[in-house]
């Protein structure tokens, strides 16, 4: 069994910042991809930043420059630093990892059950 959970999320004002974690668990044997998403109030779930199992990081337009993606193997967690909030970076925010498992080497995409972020004015 394989498990994501998100944690870190809250109430932030304006131009502050927050930090979320993404801790792994369970049978994971090669982790080939790691993302944090998210979904805002009436929108369709969008990605925030990615990270290949090499440590090659992507972030979408909206947030270069204010967040940062990272991982930490040792601790099995992948994190993302978010500075500078803005109220439409509202929303709730998704871990996700494309890996395979001891038992089954077919590569599937895994979800934390998400942690929601406020913004507010």
């Known amino acids: 069994q394989v498990q994501l959970v998100e944690s870190g999320g809250g109430l932030v004002q304006t131009g502050g910042s927050l930090t979320l974690s993404c801790a792994f668990s369970?049978?994971?044997?090669?982790?080939?991809?790691m993302a944090w998403l998210r979904q805002g109030p009436g929108k369709q779930r969008e990605v925030v930043a990615t990270?290949?199992?090499?440590?090659?990081?992507n972030y979408a337009d909206f947030v270069k420059g204010r967040f940062a993606i990272s991982r930490d193997k040792a601790k099995n967690t992948l994190s993302l630093r978010m500075n500078d909030l803005k109220p439409e970076d509202t929303a709730i925010y998704y871990c996700n990892a494309n890996l395979n498992r001891d038992d089954d080497l077919r590569y599937r995409d895994y979800w934390g059950q998400g942690t929601q972020v406020t913004v507010s004015s």
């Open positions: 990270m290949s199992n090499g440590g090659v990081t």
């Open positions: 369970g049978d994971i044997f090669v982790i080939n991809t």
